[in-house]
């Protein structure tokens, strides 16, 4: 995958990065040099993608039918397609799935820019820590207009769903399964509460506890809050050795969303993948920019107004310690 086409590649000794500006500015690879990815990606041949064919009928299906997983970046829309000032927008937003500029470019660095159908410009500039297993990614945007804009920003990472691998997270994350998401295989009680990492079970079952990563099949989508400026997640396990440490903004990105697909029966999966994914979020929910708009979180830039976000990813040399914490410059803490 990172040999492909458009594909560009970032390498310093000890992490390499792959990333495709023609598809999103997908991320489609974080891993050791020579190394496996932890992030779960497919080639799926079918189902038949809508750029190269026509709409499903559907935002949805149409995104979904274009994802083979990697990392994407949700803006300035996340979750249900929706309007806002007379304008589309699509499900996950359209710079998820649009062909970003390449503004400058070296062998450990890269920095991509991209509008959005509302007036504001996202510029994205990542860089891989000198001798570490480091990527860090620091985002403006900037209004583009005479008058605010609102908007809602998210990144959304799927990790590969190993039988085993540890999540950690701060102590006292509350966890909110979703109401809606209703699909064949959930197990946690829809619109419940827990504490991290336990949630109640489906139908009054006993909790479930988030914290391994299950055989499986099951799909899950909960919301996380309650983070305050410890905004840092891992996972350990996807070999013996690796794993995986975010941290973020915690102004920009107070919450997250932690969402599973393993082995799923529905479009697009049919059963073939195994996706545990922690997405750092502006949005609470999975509503849309028009309902976050009414509810009056969504993020807002004032005419000339930028606003900035950063976001650290390391690999580490995981063991049984739990994570204890993650800092900006990807330092993990046991």
């Known amino acids: ?7 560009i590649r970032l390498a310093n000794g000890a992490i390499e990065v792959a990333v495709e500006p023609d598809q999103g500015a997908e991320i489609l690879f974080v891993g050791r040099p020579g190394g496996r990815n932890v992030l779960a990606t497919y080639d799926w041949s ?10 499903y009928g559907d935002p949805l299906a149409d995104w979904l039918s274009e994802y083979r997983g990697g990392w994407q970046e949700l803006f300035p829309n996340a979750g249900d397609a929706c309007f ?10 359209e710079v998820s799935r649009a062909r ?11 920095v991509l820019r991209t509008p959005a159908r509302l007036p504001l410009v996202l510029e994205r500039r990542m860089r891989l820590a000198p001798g570490a297993a480091t990527l860090l990614i620091d985002e403006t945007v900037r209004c583009d207009a005479g008058v605010p804009v609102d908007f809602l920003w998210g990144h959304h990472p799927a990790f590969d769903a190993v039988a085993g691998a ?10 909110t399964a979703s109401d809606v998401y209703r699909l064949p295989r959930i197990d946690l009680e829809p619109g419940s509460h827990g504490v991290w990492p336990n949630v ?8 479930v506890a988030l914290d391994r990563v299950p055989v499986g099949p099951v799909e899950r989508l909960a919301f996380l809050s309650g983070f305050g400026s410890r905004t840092w997640a891992a996972i350990r396990g996807f070999e013996p050795g690796l794993g995986m440490a975010m941290a973020w903004d915690a102004a920009t990105f107070p919450g997250a969303w932690l969402w599973w697909e393993l082995g799923g029966p529905g479009h697009p999966w049919y059963g073939r993948s195994r996706i545990v994914a922690i997405e750092p979020h502006a949005a609470d929910r999975a509503d849309g920019l028009a ?34 914490g993650v800092d900006r410059a990807g330092t993990v803490t046991r």
Do not use: N
Request: charged content about 20%; overall charge negative.
């Open 46 to 55: 079918a189902p038949l993608r809508a750029s190269r064919s026509s709409t």
């Open 84 to 93: 806002v000032d007379g304008v589309a927008l699509p499900f996950h937003g």
């Open 1 to 7: 995958m990172i040999g492909e086409a458009g594909v």
């Open 291 to 324: 309902a976050a708009i009414e509810r009056g979180t969504a993020h807002r830039v004032r005419p000339a107004e930028a606003r900035s976000a950063w976001l650290t990813m390391s690999l580490f040399d995981a063991d049984e310690r739990p994570v204890l």
């Open 200 to 207: 109640p079970g489906l139908g009054g079952g006993p909790p």
């Open 100 to 110: 970003w500029d390449v503004v400058s470019q070296t062998a450990q660095a890269l």
């Open 166 to 175: 540890a999540i950690d997270l701060p102590a006292g994350v509350v966890v």
